[in-house]
DNA sequence: GCGTGATTGCGACCTGGACGCAAGAGGTTC
DNA sequence: GAACCTCTTGCGTCCAGGTCGCAATCACGC
């Protein structure tokens, strides 16, 4: 596609496929695509799955290339991109949520004490899950929230 | 303690018991009693384990007895007690969240469809917590976040 | 009872986000 | 490539849920 700017950050062209599959699910959905739509897209992409994103970087990030968009658009966007399944947000504590690609597996947990995000595989749930289900009927789906509790570091620091 | 105004659901005098260890327990710590405070403590723990009060409801619950109370204390209020540890507040998906005697032991499910909230024992939650302490170090504590997901109900109704 | 400092009520404020509306812009058709 | 239809945007306003500053009030140790 010649013309096209360049994505954020494009990782040997996994990125670009990223944003055009996105695009795609938009475009099948029925919905436009708009400069401003792209740009949230390629913020989100380029962020990977490691980064936590509050809808206000996001509109730092997008306002970067587009300095115009207006703050609702954007949630508007995020909407749009959740109901089709593209991102999840999640809760990270008290605040804003954050926003990420629903491709990833990982689960958040959320030091009370300094804030630090610490990840874990999505496969320590399993054994909950099935456990949940079989006992309880109930589906879990641990990532909208995260789990809080207190970090390695800060454990030690309180015990020392 | 004769004169005292009754406790809004007395079980056989345990309920009683539990306002006054929470007013000692405020006292221990330096703070004063006051009968919106009081008055608070009773809602909460008349409320039980198995209620999912949020602030609006105490609120609501403490001006049947106290009608000038105001809003803001009784978050102030709630505050405290839950800085004491005697109570926590739980976030059981967007909105408000709710508040409970903290010595209980159960975790939320909450089921993304239908709102419902299934209640599901902590031991469940027992083996998870020593793999993420060994493996990841982190020491989880799932009271603060409800999880989500879909209830039995609603899984049937999906896939029926 | 008195003094003092914690607590309260009031109202303003704050964050994070949703919404209604008119104007603007995708994308399809001809 | 122009017209048209409808989706999307920007703007401003509004909302929920909660927090905070301040003067007045009240609990409680003496």
Redesign the interface.
């Known amino acids: 596609m010649p013309g096209r700017r360049e994505v954020l950050r494009n990782r040997g062209g996994t990125s670009v496929n990223a944003v055009e599959g996105i695009v795609a699910k938009l475009r099948a959905s029925g919905q436009r695509m708009t400069a401003s739509r792209r740009a949230t897209i390629e913020v989100l992409v380029a962020s990977g799955n490691h980064r936590h994103l509050i809808a206000e970087d996001i509109v730092g990030e997008v306002r970067v290339h587009l300095p115009d968009v207006a703050e609702s658009t954007i949630y508007r966007t995020l909407s749009a991109l959740e109901e089709l399944g593209v991102i999840i947000h999640v809760?990270m504590g008290h605040g804003p949520s954050t926003f990420h690609l629903a491709d990833d597996t990982h689960q958040h947990?959320v030091?009370?004490a300094c804030g630090t995000v610490?990840e874990?595989d999505a496969n320590?749930?399993q054994?909950?899950r099935t456990?949940?289900r079989d006992?309880?009927?109930?589906?879990?789906?641990?990532r909208?929230?995260?789990?809080?509790?207190?970090?390695?570091a800060c454990?030690a620091k309180s015990a020392g």
Chains 1, 2 share one sequence.
Do not use: N, P, W
């Not at 006992?135 to 641990?142: K, N, Q, S, W």
């Not at 909208?144 to 390695?152: S, V």
């Open positions: 809760h947990l030091c009370q610490v874990a320590f749930f054994a909950l456990k949940l006992r309880v009927g109930f589906d879990a789906d641990f909208h929230f995260a789990i809080t509790g207190t970090c390695a454990s």
